[in-house]
């Protein structure tokens, strides 16, 4: 069974983990009671001095007393052993608090430890309490400010569906009295104008009283003026905020002002046919904004109502400690407090979900609540045994082809003769791109087995969809799938070319597998993972536009991950060449190589992941107002300069190239190693409890912390390969570079680990456990 404390720390909201009942604290208060409690040794106390120590001819009557007495008051009122007391707070101004105080009865009044716990208690209860209550206010009030959101949304969608049905039967009848009206010889146009302005006039009345009603004022709508055109100027605004115009490819937030031209778009119905569409879009645009924001409430309420039944799962364990520690009944007493205080009696959360489940049942489910449920509240699935089946399958067969691959490539001397060099720098980086994807992909797998058997609420973290997020076995499955089928077309790949067949055409067998992991990867239909695969999608542009999207904890990490796997993209960049130089017919693999297009684009594709991630450090930097975020900038620019001049050493070897790489790298180095142990895992903390780590931890040996800082730092440095150059033949060092590239996934797959507990444990990152999103319609007053 696993021990409460761990369910607690698994279970805990980053955000919110400093207002959770300090479970652990309490836990040792109350064994200090215990130990205060326990009998000194006879050797330091003589007897003669306590009269109470060993056995009296009275014991046996004092224990036939005190078992009649618990008789007697276990079928009456039992003895009252404290008293909580509530009281009035007025020390914060208008806002009145209840404040707790336990006062103890003269069997605990002389034990200071006793004192001491229910002092602490008291304070770990109200600070509950104020945080309940604090946020059970801020979602009452966001839940009332989205009513009237979605009430002047209605009204809108009313007087458009009504005006569109005016139009409909105002064209026929205008049809009409046009022709009669060249009949009889009258002006053509001067009544049917006036007939339109005065509808125009009635409608933009309408919607104004409609919106009124809602509590939109408008400026200075007592003296309304017009343009030239006829049409009225407003103060209305419609915001569509960066969040949904980039879910919807958009760009930045793009805010509009209702004054004439937005009155054309928003309100009037041009006679254009573009009009109405743009009608459309605004309406729609602005129902998802509120449709995502009663979600976002939603998961907001279930986090607080969580929070309420995880800290009362608390008082109620560490009571039950404290009774049999003390061999009292006091639980009782304090629990019923507790239950009396206001994160618990309060039923306002619970009413408010029920009204969210309505609205959002009616409004955007069109009266199916299952349908409605499916996004308010996303249920995991089930592991199911043929994923892991499948894994044993794929693994077995991964092992046996590899070993084939290894038996065929040393009977052909690939990796020995001489003459095999254009296998190597043609078709070898091709197979390395998939054999570094497949290795990612089984640390992250690696990564997720760890994060779910510490507990560690990485789907929180990562703000994945908990019915659609990747776990351990469904990463290893893509993982071992991916290894297979790569072995497997090296394998025939070898095969071919030792049974005579053309090289021009079995050359195309790399070109083939990438063409068939592409369509995989975009295809529309939903198998193979694709909420996974359209995630992975979406996040790759997030990182390539980094300025223009708001940066979450997903998109940087994965930013991460891509400057780890700078030789991947450095194959692709020569995969790219081989099939578009059709280098695989001619095979003149110094084609590209040789080329002075792809010799400066590699030093754009070794910049790229390091820009992006620096661009992403000062959207953050725009976005929090937090200089650490530059700091954290000037990491990726010494990255950067520091890869620039390495490849610039590799092909002008002098010893001035020699210095500048040096210096170049060592500060790089050790900029990012004191990044990762200091920011990024929060160890090296000389004043932790733990000597050099930082006070909460994981896992419970530690020595495992100090050998992964000690292996990180070996990794780190692996540039030094590019000074010693330990390379004999072509064959061996694009071996060694592929062994040098798979060492920096592994060592990004371990430090992915210590990332993810940091963020865990302490929210490094300062992200919301809920996300409030900008709501559509507001007044422009509001904006001072």
């Known amino acids: 069974m696993v021990k409460f404390s761990k369910e607690l720390e698994a279970q805990l909201i980053p955000e919110w983990k400093d207002t959770f009942v300090n479970y652990c604290l309490l836990k040792k208060q109350i064994k200090k009671i215990k130990n205060s409690r326990k009998p000194k ?63 103890l009865v003269q069997l605990f009044s002389e034990e200071d430890e006793v004192k001491v716990f229910f002092e602490r208690l008291d304070e770990e209860l109200n600070k509950v309490n104020l945080f309940h209550k604090s946020k059970e206010t801020e979602f009452l009030g966001r839940g009332e400010l989205l009513k009237k959101q979605l009430e002047i949304l209605a009204e809108l969608k009313q007087i ?20 009669s009206a060249r009949n009889s010889d009258f002006s053509a146009g001067s009544p049917g104008e006036l007939s339109e302005t005065q509808s125009e006039t009635s409608r933009t009345d309408e919607i104004i009283e409609a919106l009124e009603r809602n509590g939109v004022s408008f400026i200075n709508s007592a003296t309304r003026s017009k343009t030239k055109g006829g049409k009225p100027k407003m103060s209305l605004r ?167 691959y290894i038996i065929l490539a040393h009977l052909s001397g690939i990796f020995t003769s001489g003459a095999q060099v254009s296998y190597m720098e043609t078709v070898y980086p091709v197979f390395s ?12 797998g690696c990564n997720l087995f760890m994060w779910k058997n510490t507990r560690i609420n990485y789907t929180f973290i990562f703000e994945f969809a908990p019915n659609t997020a990747l776990r351990y076995r469904d990463a290893f499955l893509m993982g071992t799938t991916f290894m297979t089928a790569v072995v497997a077309a090296m394998v025939i790949h070898l095969i071919l070319r030792a049974a005579g067949f053309s090289a021009s055409q079995v050359d195309t067998i790399p070109g083939i597998l990438l063409l068939i992991f592409i369509c995989v990867l975009i295809c529309p239909f939903d198998t193979f993972y694709r909420p996974t695969r359209f995630c992975f999608i979406r996040i790759l542009r997030n990182i390539v536009c980094s300025p223009f999207y708001k940066v979450l904890m997903v998109d940087f990490f994965m930013a991460d991950q891509l400057t780890s796997q700078i030789p991947l993209l450095r194959h692709i960049e020569s995969t790219g060449c081989y099939f578009m130089a059709q280098s695989f017919k001619t ?56 890869a620039g001049v390495r490849i610039t050493y590799a092909r002008e070897n002098n010893n001035f190239w020699l210095i500048v790489v040096l210096m170049s790298s060592v500060v790089a180095t050790l900029y990012q190693l004191y990044w990762d142990f200091v920011k990024d895992w929060g160890l090296l903390n000389p004043k932790s409890k733990n000597p050099w780590l930082r006070d909460n931890l994981i896992l419970k040996n530690k020595n495992f912390y100090y050998l992964s800082i000690a292996l990180n730092l070996v990794l780190r440095v692996a540039w030094i390969e590019t000074v010693v150059r330990f390379r004999v033949s072509p064959v061996q060092s694009h071996l060694l570079d592929f062994l040098l590239a798979s060492l920096e996934v592994i060592r990004r797959g371990h430090w992915n680990f210590y990332r993810v507990e940091n963020e865990h444990l302490n929210n490094v990152g300062h992200f919301r456990a809920v996300k409030t999103v900008p709501l559509p319609f507001r007044d422009m007053d509001s904006d001072g």
Request: proline letters at 3%.
């Open 41 to 103: 040794p006879a050797s330091h106390y003589p007897i003669a001095h306590h009269s109470d120590f060993g056995r009296s001819l009275f014991d046996p009557v004092r224990n036939l007393a005190r078992t009649l007495s618990d008789k007697l008051f276990s079928t009456s009122e039992k003895p009252e052993i404290l008293r909580v007391r509530r009281r009035k707070n007025t020390e914060n101004g208008d806002d009145v608090e209840e404040i707790y105080q336990t006062e």
């Open 160 to 179: 458009l569906s009504d005006r569109k049905k005016r139009n409909q039967s105002g064209s026929n009848s205008h049809r009409s009295y046009s022709s």
């Open 238 to 404: 419609v915001d569509i905020p960066d969040a949904v115009a980039g879910a919807d490819g958009g760009g930045p937030r793009s805010i509009a002002t209702a004054t004439s031209a937005l009155w054309e778009e928003l309100v009037n119905n041009p006679r254009s046919g573009g009009g109405d569409f743009i009608n459309r879009k605004k309406i729609q645009c602005a129902e998802k904004i509120i449709r995502s924001a009663y979600v976002e409430l939603y998961k907001g309420l279930g986090l607080l109502k969580t929070y309420s039944s995880l800290n009362m799962v608390a008082f109620t364990k560490i009571m039950k400690k404290f009774d049999k520690v003390s061999g009292q009944h006091a639980s009782s007493t304090y629990l019923k407090a507790v239950k009396r205080s206001q994160f618990i009696s309060s039923d306002k959360v619970v009413r408010l979900m029920d009204e969210v489940e309505s609205i959002f049942t009616k409004h955007f489910a069109n009266n199916d609540r299952k349908k409605a449920m499916k996004f308010l509240k996303p249920h995991h699935h089930k592991d199911s045994h043929m994923v892991t089946f499948f894994v044993g399958l794929f693994t077995g067969c991964f092992i046996s082809l590899f070993s084939i």
């Open 433 to 444: 791109v998939f054999a570094l994807l497949s290795l990612h992909m089984f640390m992250y």
């Open 587 to 642: 095979h003149e693999y110094n084609t590209c190589k040789n080329g002075r297009i792809y010799r400066e684009l590699a030093y754009l594709i070794s910049f790229s992941p390091y820009f992006w991630r620096a661009m992403q450090c000062i959207r953050r930097w725009w976005d929090e107002s937090n200089n650490d975020h530059l700091v954290n900038m000037g990491k990726y620019v010494s990255a950067m300069v520091a």
